[in-house]
């Protein structure tokens, strides 16, 4: 038994943030903000050549075949610095389901595209209806040997705007099928959402979309058990590194801001805000570094999907906590557009909703306790 | 990270388990035949018990542990500890508390012992490290004061310089176990000009001293797990110091220094929120699930699942800093807080599923679901807020300590 990271994992967390300290300023943040695409092409490109698309990637692929927790660590660093872009979309909702399920030729075609940085990724999963069960698949999907045709509306898809592909999740007679549909066609009609986290998420309309099946015909949901797995995992790592920064600013702030002669921090009410902060913070990353180590140790199914749960219910309330305390500590100042610590309230809001939030988790811990 | 013993902990683990399970007595097995007034008050009692057999039990109990060298395992080997690692005392403290045996030695294993091996005279040590270790002294600790609880530092029991005695006055509050105890070791002042952290000594004493008076204070819970201890005139050798004298309050702290995981509470939470969810789910008689409140009721026990299982990790953590050769810092405060502030959500959580049957107390009552466990841990957990440092001395210590704001 061993919570603490490896060398390794020291040297991956650490070479991150140094990166992103340079690479991803405050001022991009912003800027990333009132862009259409949402994210920087040059980041983009020093990304790959840091090997961080391709990290989950094997190395037969072009990538360098880290496992699930290694990039958690990365991803708890991307929280920290609020990096916008399709990170996640292109390597969660992307390479995972090709590595889980594609064929060699899928495999073969996308993963060494994805590693280079050369193209980006979705998963077409919501619709209209916001459910992340089984039953909130109901876009069309008709099979014809290895092609899908998809046709009806995709909700909050995130990174659409700039997707070159989407894993679009539809329904046949079968069941849920998969299918990989190229973004520059006719029948794929993107709408860009205004958001909360003023990330880029995206109404898809799909008529007649074209597309190559990804997996078996009817056995699509099953096949993203491990997709969904991972992604919740990796917005739980997200929040923890958001988290962690929301906390570290507020605790500097409390540090010099000065009222009734005394900085505020002197007084407990604030102090134990801080102390709640921490816990929280901390109680966050171990469930979530939990789960993980579950996906990437390969412990049962059960055991899997209660670890999964459990980090995303406690770590969208944790976190919400956390950066609802910041904003109060920073009184005034926080809540104007140029302070930055709201950047990481409204985020937090975002990675809390996605793949559901403490209820909907504590919902299927619930049910998995026999209760 | 790994959650996982490695081969060689596992080894351990199952030489503690296979232990506990050939040697513990009858009398601490979980079970319902066992009252939970044996679990709570444990072997410190049990050793002075009229009754033949408790007290059988608790001697059998020590010389199981005392063969192994297992009663005090985080005591070097040369002081008669067992010398055990940082991780496998962390799993021998998992292994016992799974079982539910009870703790040996008490006080003078926990406290007492490592602070007089770090700051004891060697004349010290080697008259009253060998008693504790055969279990036939223990001990208790007097350090609060009826005005001085979290602010402990103003204690004013004083002791004066007599020749080559100390004579104390005054009292103290909360001294748990002393009623069974045969030493006390206590704060006490001995120079009322200096500095408040600078003008106490570190004593220690027979509790049968003329002059030492213990009275057991009755709890919300009918329970007598404290004292109060009256000193009228006690004499107390100067030799009877551990460390400097006046320099008391470091030598207590180093006490309280000593970093615990907590993962005794995390196992006791786990084994009764489990037992709980078995309840909810299988009693054949009960109706608990068609209630209009039940879905609030499922979520709050999932909760306390999902809260259990970071107060595990918090323990974890602990460990691991420690195995790594770190210094746990404001971590410890964080389980204190988080642990106590479990244990009273989860008392409430189960009072809250048995709705009136949370009115009975009894164990033994005929309607009592789950022995009224939550019932007495509802009444119980309340103190667990409060003492070894309240919650709110929790959250100053991490917030100046841990995270370097201002002391205000």
Not at chain 1, 50 to 79: K, M, Y
Not at chain 1, 93 to 100: F, N, R, S, T, Y
Request: hydrophobic content about 35%; proline content about 4%; charged content about 25%.
């Amino acid at each position: 038994m061993d919570l603490g990271l490896t060398e390794m994992q020291e040297m991956l967390k650490n070479g991150a943030r140094d990166f992103l300290e340079n690479e991803c300023p405050e001022q991009l943040v912003r800027d990333m903000e009132e862009d259409e695409a949402g994210y920087s092409t040059s980041l983009w490109e020093k990304m790959a050549e840091q090997g961080w698309q391709g990290l989950l990637i094997p190395e037969e692929h072009g990538g360098a075949g880290f496992n699930f927790l290694d990039l958690c660590v990365l991803l708890e660093e991307f929280g920290r610095a609020l990096v916008p872009g399709p990170f996640m979309s292109t390597v969660l909702g992307g390479a995972v389901p090709l590595i889980e399920i594609g064929s060699e030729d899928q495999k073969a075609e996308f993963l060494p595209k994805i590693a280079s940085g050369d193209v980006i990724f979705t998963l077409a999963l919501t619709e209209p209806s916001a459910r992340f069960d089984e039953e909130g698949v109901q876009c069309q999907a008709s099979v014809d040997g290895n092609n899908v045709t998809f046709n009806g509306v995709k909700l909050f898809v995130p990174d659409a705007n700039v997707a070159d592909y989407m894993i679009v999740a539809g329904r046949s007679e079968k069941g849920v099928t998969l299918g990989i549909v190229a973004t520059d066609q006719d029948g794929v009609d993107v709408t860009q959402l205004q958001t909360i986290a003023r990330d880029k998420q995206a109404e898809v309309k799909l008529n007649n979309a074209q597309g190559q099946l990804l997996g078996v015909e009817g056995e699509g949901w099953e096949a993203l058990a491990p997709v969904i797995h991972r992604y919740t995992v990796g917005e739980c790592a997200y929040m923890v590194g958001l988290a962690q920064m929301d906390f570290e600013i507020s605790v500097d702030y409390a540090k010099e801001r000065v009222q009734f002669g005394r900085p505020i921090g002197s007084f407990q009410a604030i102090q134990h805000k801080c102390a709640d902060m921490v816990t929280d913070v901390d109680g966050s990353r171990f469930i979530m570094y939990k789960a993980a180590w579950a996906i990437s140790t390969g412990q049962s199914d059960e055991e899997t999907q209660m670890s999964v749960n459990m980090a995303k219910a406690w770590c969208s309330d944790a976190t919400r906590r956390v950066v609802a305390h910041g904003q109060q500590i920073h009184g005034g100042i926080g809540f104007t557009k140029d302070y930055k610590i709201q950047l990481y309230f409204r985020r937090q809001k975002r990675a809390e909703l996605s793949f559901g939030d403490a209820d909907y988790h504590r919902e299927l811990v619930a049910q998995q306790l026999g209760i | 990270m790994d959650w996982q013993d490695s081969p060689e902990q596992a080894q351990f683990r199952t030489e503690v388990a296979d232990f506990i399970q050939a040697r513990l007595p009858e009398r601490y097995r979980s079970g319902d035949e066992n009252s939970d007034e044996t679990q709570t008050t444990g072997w410190q009692a049990d050793r002075k018990s009229n009754d033949p057999s408790a007290k059988e039990s608790a001697i059998n109990w020590a010389d199981a542990l005392a063969e192994k060298g297992w009663i005090a395992p985080h005591w070097p080997k040369e002081y008669g500890g067992a010398g055990l690692s940082v991780m496998e005392q962390f799993i021998y403290n998992q292994e016992m508390a799974k079982a539910d045996a009870p703790p040996v030695g008490g006080m003078g294993v926990s406290l007492l012992g490592p602070t007089m091996i770090v700051h004891g005279s060697e004349e010290q040590k080697a008259e009253h490290l060998p008693k504790i270790l055969s279990g036939e002294v223990a001990w208790a600790q007097g350090y609060s004061e009826p005005s001085s609880g979290s602010d402990l530092a103003s204690l004013q029991t004083r002791a004066i310089r007599d020749g080559d005695d100390f004579v104390i006055n005054g009292q103290k509050i909360w001294t748990s176990g002393a009623q069974y105890a045969d030493w006390l070791f206590a704060l006490v002042r001995t120079d009322p000009e200096a500095p408040k952290h600078r003008g106490i000594s570190f004593l220690v004493m027979d509790i049968t001293t003329p002059g030492l008076t213990v009275r057991p204070i009755i709890d919300m819970g009918w329970q007598e797990p404290f004292n109060e201890t009256f000193f009228e005139d006690v004499r107390v050798s100067t030799s009877n110091v551990i460390g400097e004298e006046n320099r008391g309050w470091y030598v207590g702290m180093t006490l309280l220094d000593f970093e615990r995981s907590g993962i005794s509470g995390a196992i006791e939470y786990e084994r009764t929120i489990k037992e709980l969810i078995e309840y909810v789910n299988s009693e054949p008689e009960n109706d608990i699930k068609t209630r209009d409140d039940f879905e609030s009721v499922r979520h709050q026990i999932a909760d306390r699942y999902l809260e259990v299982n970071v107060l595990f990790n918090f323990a974890f953590r602990i460990v691991s800093m420690q195995n790594s050769g770190m210094v746990p810092n404001y971590e410890a405060s964080v389980n204190k807080m988080f642990g106590s502030e479990t244990h009273q959500r989860l008392a409430r959580t189960g009072t809250k599923v048995f709705g009136l049957y949370s009115n009975l107390w009894s164990e033994e009552n005929e309607y009592a679901p789950m022995r009224s466990l939550f019932t007495r841990d509802y009444v119980r957990s309340v103190p667990h807020t409060i003492f070894s440092g309240s919650s709110e001395i929790q959250r100053n210590v991490i917030a100046t300590r841990g995270l370097g704001l201002p002391r205000g």
